[in-house]
Nanobody, 117 residues
Framework: QVQLVESGGGLVQAGGSLRLSCAASGTIFSINSMGWYRQAPGKQRELVAAITSVGRTTYDDSVKGRFTISRDTAKSTVYLQMNSLKPEDTARYYC???????????WGQGTQVTVSS
């Protein structure tokens, strides 16, 4: 069983920064990718950023140039550095891991990010 533990959310003023962390634990034979998604009230969950096992990154257009995803492979941890935060970034942020040859998916519980104007 794979578990994801997220941390780093909170309340910040517009223009501020936050760093989210997500640590994976349990029996993980191989991680294909890890990523961050977010869901605002009344909206669908959307991809924010993802990073593959070879370090390839993907970002939603709305966060390009402001957010940076990175990973510590040895710790099975992924980070999301969020700079120049905007009120529209307010959402619950979920960590996601895709692992194994059958590409299993596991989600974290989420961490709330609130950006005040």
């Amino acid at each position: 069983q794979v578990q994801l533990v997220e941390s780093g959310g909170g309340l910040v003023q517009a223009g501020g920064s936050l760093r989210l962390s997500c640590a994976a634990s349990g029996t993980i034979f191989s991680i294909n990718s890890m990523g961050w998604y977010r869901q605002a009230p009344g909206k669908q969950r959307e991809l924010v950023a993802a990073i593959t096992s070879v370090g390839r990154t993907t970002y939603d257009d709305s966060v390009k140039g402001r957010f940076t995803i990175s990973r510590d492979t040895a710790k099975s941890t992924v980070y999301l550095q969020m700079n120049s935060l905007k009120p529209e970034d307010t959402a619950r942020y979920y960590c996601n891991v895709n692992y194994g040859s059958r590409r299993y998916i596991q989600w974290g519980q989420g961490t709330q990010v609130t950006v005040s104007s």
